[in-house]
């Protein structure tokens, strides 16, 4: 009988350990206030700020999203400058040599929830012929850092806590010479795909 006792109470720890897990994910929330706290995130904001958060580790890297949804263009990278629209209606996008498309990015733990961000269609710059592409050319993306909100992880009084951040934010593609990495420069050279400021 003392060994299903202990037993027992070794069981209702464990639910009451676990019941209290879940019901601490579940009460934390997004805060009502957000767009009001964007706000006054961005009319406090001045250009040394953003050079502060750009080298600070909030901003460093591009965060990956959630979920993207093609809203303008297509994926299709055309074969040659001939496949190129001449349509004077058309976009610049849709008739650089390194066309992209825009997509509606959305991350959950970021504010704002849902940036419009380009992506390009092509990895190398299109060419004048088809089978034309040269390999001392490439398309890479350019970004624009942007002034965001972003989740910290932490939740006070069953709310989810927000901080000030830096989102770059993909604005188009551009064609681009290839780089060289330097002698003795290592893997750290500029011949990455590290994002590119605008």
Partial sequence: NHF?????KVVCSVIVLL????????????????????????????VSNMLEYLESSTAGGVASDEEEQLIYGNRICPSSIKAITT??????????????FLVASHLSTRYPKIITEARCKCSGCVPLE???????TRCEPVYRPVRVLSRTGN??????????????KQEGCTCVRKTEALSGSGSGSNGSDDPIPM
């Fill in 4 to 8: 299903r006792y202990q037993v027992s």
């Fill in 155 to 168: 939740c006070v009084n069953g709310v989810y806590q927000y901080a000030a951040a830096v989102h770059m």
């Fill in 130 to 136: 088809e089978n034309g592409h040269s390999d001392l």
């Fill in 19 to 46: 019941t209290g897990v879940a019901d601490s994910a579940v009460i934390c929330s997004e805060p009502t206030n957000l767009a009001e706290q964007y706000s006054q995130y961005m009319a406090n904001a001045t």
């Fill in 87 to 100: 349509d004077p209606k058309s976009s610049v996008f849709e008739r650089t040599t390194c066309p992209y």
